[in-house]
Antibody, heavy 127, light 108 residues
Framework: EVQLLESGGGLVQPGGSLRLSCAVS????????MNWVRQAPGKGLEWVSS????????YYADSVKGRFTISRDNSENTLYLQMNSLTAEDTAIYYC????????????????????WGQGTLVTVSS | EVVLTQSPGTLSLSPGERATLSCRAS???????LAWYQQKPGQAPRLLIS???NRAPGIPDRFSGSGSGTDFTLTISRLEPDDFAVYYC?????????FGQGTKLEIK
């Protein structure tokens, strides 16, 4: 059974930093590209970032580029999102998600769909 | 960047009825990059359809996807109580991913 479990969310002050983790089980983790998607309270889904299976390709939404860093540790089956210079607009539930069948993500490009999602971790940016 | 516009914003129907949800892209896209998700309150999204028309494993056959170019449709043939939720379309290609704003399917 594929399982994704996020952690690391919480309350942080504007300008602060936070690192999210996503522990993955049930798959050969390093084979799959992974993603972070967020959802502000009462709003829709927003893609944040993607990373290839070997970590050699990373991709970001314009809204987080230069502030967030996606990474992975394939020996620990864990995905990370380092978030710096946080603002109130970053307040959201953050989901990790695995690329599904028909997807590809490598050092040159990413495309596809997300077939497994974690339950999310809430990040609140407030003073 | 492809902008996806979903309509209607809210759809009120009764169990047993047919639901037709629309997703329009701001420019022509390849069907294999178009997906649909269902999200219930307090839950993560669930993949329903990939490649515009391919049901994900375990998804009932009352869910179907169709379309090409700029116009895509998710159809639920006979609504069951469990189907009332928010539905999102998604396009991910050329290393950019966008979601539609969602259609809320509510019980009439």
């Amino acid at each position: 059974e594929v399982q994704l479990l996020e952690s690391g969310g919480g309350l942080v002050q504007p300008g602060g930093s936070l690192r999210l983790s996503c522990a993955v089980s049930g798959i050969t983790f390093g084979t799959y590209g992974m993603n972070w998607v967020r959802q502000a309270p009462g709003k829709g889904l927003e893609w944040v970032s993607s990373i290839s299976g070997n970590g050699g390709g990373t991709y970001y939404a314009d809204s987080v580029k230069g502030r967030f860093t996606i990474s992975r540790d394939n020996s620990e089956n864990t995905l990370y999102l380092q978030m710096n210079s946080l603002t109130a607009e970053d307040t959201a539930i953050y989901y990790c998600a695995k690329f599904g069948v028909g997807s590809d993500c490598n050092s040159a490009f990413c495309y596809g769909n997300f077939d497994y999602w974690g339950q999310g971790t809430l990040v609140t940016v407030s003073s | 960047e492809v902008v996806l516009t979903q309509s209607p914003g809210t759809l009120s129907l009764s169990p047993g009825e047919r639901a037709t949800l629309s997703c329009r892209a701001s420019l022509s896209v390849r069907s294999n990059y178009l997906a649909w998700y269902q999200q219930k309150p307090g839950q993560a999204p669930r993949l329903l359809i990939s490649g515009a028309s391919n049901r994900a494993p375990g998804i009932p056959d009352r869910f179907s996807g169709s379309g090409s170019g700029t116009d895509f449709t998710l159809t639920i043939s006979r609504l069951e109580p469990d189907d009332f939720a928010v539905y999102y379309c998604q396009h991910f290609a050329f290393s950019r991913c966008t979601f539609g704003q969602g259609t809320k399917l509510e019980i009439k």
